[in-house]
């Protein structure tokens, strides 16, 4: 089964919880504390995979979560790490955020991975706050919880020339004679219903990966037909073969198949309309195909190169293949238009507040990373870990804040799923 969009969850593992102990044993009555860190949380990891060309296993299988961290033990003992866990992806896995549409990372090649979740950090047992003036602490930290999101899916294929053309047109027939590929191929449209790739060898040593992928439609560019689910394939090809059907066997005239086959292009994608093009005048094996042939000749008129070919015969698909490889050497890879989260965010982060104040009704909201993590690894339940809890936040500044916001003495304050009575 081919599926190339695929919604799916992902949750990090938590990070264990710090231990509060003390050494007790026959000699040493006072020990000292012992108790060790809780171990980290598992990541979520996005590989990709060469051999794999489909998102079925994402389809089947749509949430993942990573292994939680150990909780620290008496005697220094450190809670033991949880497990990572894999999703294997084929290359040309386009990752996005399921809620803001951006994307996170583009999986060009095999072996790349990437961290879709981050695990959360285990909590310092009560060994790291022993102080000269609290020799004795009571309190831990609770684990930091897990990264968790839904992301969307999508598969480009990774192919280095495309076939496009008007259903029935013979890029099937193209392909299963100039690879080991295996299309199914029959006299109507439509007949390819999933894209399929094939590696033609020009020389023992040079080849391509070379893409067929369901015919297009006037309209595709907008969803009729097969529409998004073809242009989206030949976002990544370098160049494009364009086969028009010159024998008219379907009733169509070639020049406004070639015409609207690059409408289509160009209202979905310019940067595709612009691709090197060669166009493959297929059929030329049927009488019909002669009168075709010269009017799209007369039309292109050297504007891209025509080969006139015959899937059927085999008649010049070797002058096509070799084309269709110079042009390749020559045209260098395309980008995404849209860029993946950069390193300038991720430091741009690190010089701003670790929190934001936002008021929603009688709620004083605060967000962020750093604020998230230091309410959720606060055990509430302990009345000193909470004294704490209070003085970092006024050395953050989140006290302040909260009061030019408005927020007076018994005021709720929110922070992910946590509440409590705002204190000035």
Do not use: W
């Not at 100039?178 to 033609?200: E, H, N, R």
């Not at 993946?340 to 009704?361: D, H, R």
């Not at 009345?383 to 302040?400: N, P, R, S, T």
């Amino acid at each position: 089964m081919f599926i190339d969009k695929v919604k799916i969850y992902v949750k990090a593992g938590n990070g264990g919880n710090g231990c509060v102990s003390f050494r007790r044993e026959k000699g040493v009555p006072k020990g000292g504390p012992n108790g060790g860190d809780g171990g980290r949380g598992g990541n979520v990891v996005a590989v990709s995979r060469e051999h794999l060309n489909t998102l079925v296993d994402q389809y089947y299988n749509q949430h993942y979560k990573a292994g939680n961290g150990e909780n620290g033990k008496g005697g220094l003992k450190h809670g033991r790490n949880g497990e990572d866990i894999m999703v294997f992806l084929p290359p040309g896995t386009i990752i996005r955020d399921a809620d803001t549409q951006k994307i996170i990372v583009d999986l060009k090649t095999s072996g790349q991975t990437f961290i879709l979740a981050s695990g959360g950090i285990g909590g310092r047992g009560n060994t790291r706050f022993k102080s000269s003036t609290n020799q004795t602490p009571r309190i831990a930290e609770k684990g930091e919880p897990g990264e968790e999101r839904a992301l969307d899916l999508e598969l480009r294929l990774i192919a280095d020339v495309g076939l496009l053309g008007y259903p029935n047109a013979g890029k099937s027939s193209i392909l299963s004679r100039v690879s080991a590929a295996k299309p199914k191929i029959a006299d109507y449209p439509f007949t390819t219903l999933i894209p399929v790739l094939g590696v033609v060898r020009v020389t023992e040593e040079k080849s391509f990966v070379l893409a067929d992928i369901p015919g297009l439609i006037e309209g595709a560019h907008s969803g009729v037909g097969l529409g998004h689910e073809f242009l989206r394939h030949i976002f990544r090809t370098r160049v494009l073969i364009h086969v028009v059907d010159v024998a008219s066997v379907d009733g169509r005239d070639p020049v406004e198949d070639y015409e609207s086959i690059n409408d289509e292009l160009y209202l979905y994608d310019q940067g595709l309309a612009e691709l090197p093009q060669i166009i493959a005048a297929n059929k030329i094996d049927l009488p019909e195909s002669k009168n075709g042939l010269e009017k799209l000749q007369k039309h292109i008129s050297g504007k891209n190169e025509i080969i006139p070919i015959s899937a059927v015969t085999g008649v010049g698909l070797t002058e096509l293949i070799y084309k269709a490889f110079e042009l390749l050497e020559k045209t260098p890879p395309r980008d995404l238009q849209e860029e993946p989260e950069n390193q300038e965010e991720i430091i741009e982060f690190l010089y701003k507040p670790g929190f934001v104040v936002n008021k929603e009704g009688l709620k004083y909201i605060l967000t962020g990373k750093t604020i998230r993590r230091i309410v959720l690894m606060t055990d509430m339940e302990n009345d000193l870990a909470v004294a704490m809890l209070h003085e970092k936040l006024k050395k953050m500044g989140v006290i302040k804040a909260l009061i030019d916001a408005g927020a007076k003495s018994g005021d709720t304050v929110v922070v992910d799923k946590v509440e409590f009575t705002f204190v000035p």
